[in-house]
């Protein structure tokens, strides 16, 4: 939608770069609802389409890493929304974390989310050893689903990481971020 507004943002997180595309406000937050409370899957392409050659550039050569949700919401809603976001980028993506537990991050406070990890594990068919990975997310609260996947991941031993978050929530006194 050219109504979004960008702030490509560049962060970093437990040593891992990122990048997110634009803050978490208004017009974003809606048709980000759109897409996951109403299951809008049209909506997942307003997100990045008008990017997808600058980040198809940028990260040449990685395997994208969604954010996972919990298996029951994804067959309720039909789709994986983070999956659908990022698909117009043409990198492979891999599936290798999963959430076990039906935890809902919006439900939880700023202590409840560092134990996140607990819900999430890897997959350990896939083999990410010496290969670049981008791990990507709808929306970039406080960092600690980024921070856990970030975990899983540098245990197998991949070539590099960086994240790319669609959007960021810019005024929140709980992301432990460095701009």
Known sequence: MSNFTPVFLTISIDGVK????????????????KLKGCFD??????????????LNLKYDGYIIVPAPSYKDADEKRGFNHVQEIFKSMKNIQYHCVNKIKNVKQSDLNFEQRKHIIEALMFDETFDIRNKKILIVDDVFTT???????????KEHHPKKIQFLTMSIVLNSSRNHIKK
């Open 18 to 33: 990122g990048f997110a595309i634009y803050p978490y406000a208004d017009l974003v937050q809606s048709s980000l609802y």
């Open 41 to 54: 899957i049209e909506m997942a392409k307003v997100f990045i389409d008008r990017y997808k050659t600058y």
């Open 143 to 153: 960092g600690s689903t980024m921070s856990a996947m970030i975990k899983l991941i």
